[in-house]
């Protein structure tokens, strides 16, 4: 048994390419067709490890560094006295071939926990620490596994510092010149282990801000009561020294007396730091987070998409960070299935919200022109700014410096990138410039911050469209249209010359970020639901009343039958947006090329289709004909739930990647009710934790900034 687990060990370091094959062999054959695929198993059962350890000591270069011959020669030492209790501990912490291994299930877990009660033991100190090993198997012709291989091993002290550059080195040797089709490239194979991360700056000032905020909430949340209370004190006592003032005797309280039978309590004083610290206050903002009161004029549908769009975000980042410790068990197959496209292409969900965004800034800006012929600049900058600001900082400064040192476990290798990329870029977040920088990688601090720069960056060019539809429509739309064909032929060019597919769904053969780089997360390439929401906009402003009133005098069944055909035609356009990849995925799990002229056409027009489709519906519901789909998305428990969709969106995203990080065994995609499961949690936690987000920190943002208009 022992021999076969260190078989296994050393064996599966790479994929098996023929997995498939395997499939089709009877159980029994299984062993004897690895043998014929690997002549050196026979080798590694009849004396697996003084083969390994032949192979490592004559691999391994004379002039090896020290750090990498100390790692060696402590592996020598365990595979030689491999019976004792430091070296038996050592392989049963090592990950073992699991059960599934040949239909894609190729993440050996080994034991996280045993590997830490190594390091914690008295009898070996600090001398172990968890790692993981990924590589990357190809063939001769060049062609990528659909399924990477993730190995934990549990590595001596001696192996510091992930520098396994010998023994990886070995290890691929006996692999590469056993079986010659075989090739694992070096560069393929990343090694990270588990360290003891401590507080760098980042984390010290995450820290001093969550105590700010903290303090300002508990502060202001006692600040009125206890004013309210000491002012109640001090005027009990003055009308006590009056009362015995006036009676010529100080020790004596005469209790009929008129001050005391009709007490007037003093009005409490107000002082700025006291209406700062109340607009902290839990009983206002949370006050404010549960109102649902309406204005005449507000677009109510917009509340129902909001928080459809940002569970649709929810679920498909649920699949998307579950990649990182996935179990590749059916993987192909499960993408072949139809109802996944609403996963891998959830993309239109962002475009939903550039697309609102655009709407009510438009709006909004355009009926400041109509009243004041202007708009104060600074105060539209300034707003946005610190709106934004402000939560995303606390989420840059907690995902990016504090995520990693608290939320431990064997995937914590998910959370590391995230870290090392804000120790190098967090400036790049308060700029909102971290979709053009780093401009030739992908690199984010905080993964899903590229949509917020995109949306400032819209933000701040939306008063120069805006400006030319109220000077001049006839301009203004030209403008505007122009810009938007630009971007959707600069789009379908860029997809065509670099043989990308129609947008970015998940590739099994995907082996870098080419098309995010250059086409999900830049401007020119996502401003057309932004554009299309900024006409949108101003149409409503200028013609939402007239339009009501035209369709109002329509007769029922012409108002039902313009209704029901423009709801079927815009329905279906955003069902070939969503489901029109699902062919292109059964080619690409094929192994077949794309069409490129498809690929093109599509991602030209996607973006731009989805976001017409959603402004007909606004209008639609607006109008009085969106029926029964206008009351649902127009409930009111859609209000309190909207205003939790940006921390949503912030907060989500770590929230699933703890639970990643923390899985003792693969992440498992199947079967379907287990995620459905999982995506419900993930989903309450995200808007719980959004709502403390919203009334610590969005809510006082609000009232500080109404405070300071007022004065």
């Known amino acids: ?135 990357v ?64 700056v980042g984390a010290y000032c995450a820290i001093i801000l969550i105590s700010i905020i903290l303090f300002m909430v508990i502060v202001g949340t006692l600040w009125e009561p206890v004013v309210i209370l000491l002012t109640s004190m001090k005027a009990s006592e003055d009308r006590k020294v009056l009362v015995n ?30 209406e700062v610290f109340k607009c902290f206050s839990l009983q206002r903002t949370i006050g404010a987070l549960f109102n649902t009161t309406t204005k005449e004029g507000q677009i109510l549908c917009m509340n129902g998409i909001r928080v459809l769009s940002i569970n649709w975000v929810v679920l498909g980042h649920v699949y998307y960070i579950g990649l990182g410790a996935a179990d590749y068990t059916d993987y192909v197959a499960m993408w072949r299935r139809y109802p996944m496209a609403i996963i891998y292409n959830a993309l239109p969900s962002v475009d939903t919200f550039l697309f609102l965004s655009g709407f009510l800034v438009s709006l909004l800006l355009s009926k400041d022109l109509a009243r004041k012929g202007r708009f104060n600049a600074v105060g539209y900058y300034l707003h946005r700014y ?31 990138p995230g870290h090392r990329n804000c120790v190098k870029w967090w400036w790049t977040n308060i700029l909102y410039i971290n979709n053009l920088v780093p401009w030739n990688k992908v690199e984010f601090c905080v993964g899903q911050s590229w949509y917020l720069s995109n949306d400032f960056q819209f933000f701040v060019f939306a008063p120069i469209f805006i400006w030319l539809l109220y000077k001049s429509p006839k301009i203004g739309i030209s403008v505007t249209l122009s810009t938007l064909l630009c971007s959707c032929v600069t789009a379908g060019i860029i997809c065509y010359y670099n043989d990308l597919g129609p947008t970015t769904v998940f590739d099994p053969h995907a082996a870098n970020f080419t098309d995010f780089r250059l086409l999900y997360d830049k401007p020119w390439i996502r401003c057309p639901p932004y554009l299309i929401g900024l006409l949108g906009g101003w149409f409503c402003f200028k013609n939402l009343d007239s339009l009501k009133l035209y369709v109002s005098r329509l007769s029922f069944v012409t108002r039902l039958l313009v209704s029901v055909t423009l709801w079927i ?116 936690m995200s808007y719980l934790a959004a709502a403390l987000m919203y009334i610590m920190v969005e809510q006082p943002l609000i009232f500080i900034e109404r405070m300071t208009y007022r004065r």
């Open 386 to 416: 610190l709106r934004l600001t402000v939560p995303f900082l606390v989420v840059t400064l907690g995902q990016g410096f504090l995520a990693h040192v608290f939320i431990r476990g064997p995937f914590q290798d998910i959370l590391i």
């Open 569 to 684: 035609i815009t329905c279906t356009v955003q069902y070939l947006v969503v489901f029109g990849l699902h062919n292109d995925m059964l080619r690409k799990t094929n192994g077949e090329k794309l069409n490129l002229a498809e690929s093109s056409l599509y991602e030209s027009l996607a973006r731009s289709g989805w976001g017409l489709a959603l402004l007909l519906q606004i209008l639609m519901c607006q109008c009085g004909l969106g029926g029964f789909i206008n009351k649902l998305l127009s409930w009111r428990g859609w209000i309190v739930l909207s205003r939790l969709t940006f921390s949503v969106y912030l907060l989500h995203y770590i929230i699933i990647q703890s639970f990643i990080v923390q899985l003792r065994h693969p992440f498992f995609y199947k079967p379907d009710y287990e995620i459905a499961i999982l995506y419900i949690g993930f989903l309450g």
């Open 137 to 200: 198997m190809t063939l001769s012709n060049n062609t990528k596994v659909n399924t990477p291989v993730t190995w934990t091993v549990c590595f001596p002290k001696e192996c510091r510092n992930g520098n396994f550059t010998e023994l990886k080195r070995a290890i691929l040797n006996i692999i590469n010149s056993r079986y010659d089709p075989i090739h694992i490239a070096e560069k393929t194979v990343i090694t990270t282990c588990d360290e003891d991360y401590t507080y760098d």
């Open 245 to 274: 003032s006036e009676h010529g005797n100080d020790d004596e309280i005469v209790p009929d007396s008129p001050a005391l039978s009709n007490p007037v309590v003093a009005p409490v004083q107000k002082s700025t730091i006291g």
């Open 1 to 135: 048994m022992m021999r076969l687990l260190i078989t296994f060990s050393l064996v599966l370091l790479g994929r098996c390419q023929y997995h498939e094959t395997l499939l089709d062999s009877p159980p029994s054959s299984v062993l004897s067709s690895l043998q014929t695929n690997f002549p050196f198993l026979d080798d590694l059962v009849n004396n697996p490890l003084n083969y390994f350890v032949s192979n490592v000591k004559h691999k391994s270069p004379a002039d090896a560094k020290d750090d990498t011959a100390a790692c060696l020669e402590k592996i020598y030492s365990l595979a030689k006295s491999f019976k004792s209790e430091e070296s038996l501990r050592f392989v049963d912490a090592l990950g073992k071939p699991p059960s599934g291994f040949l239909n894609g299930n190729t993440v050996l877990m080994g034991s996280y926990d045993t590997c830490k009660s190594m390091i914690k033991s008295a009898g070996y100190g600090a001398n172990y620490k968890p790692c993981k090993i990924k590589a």
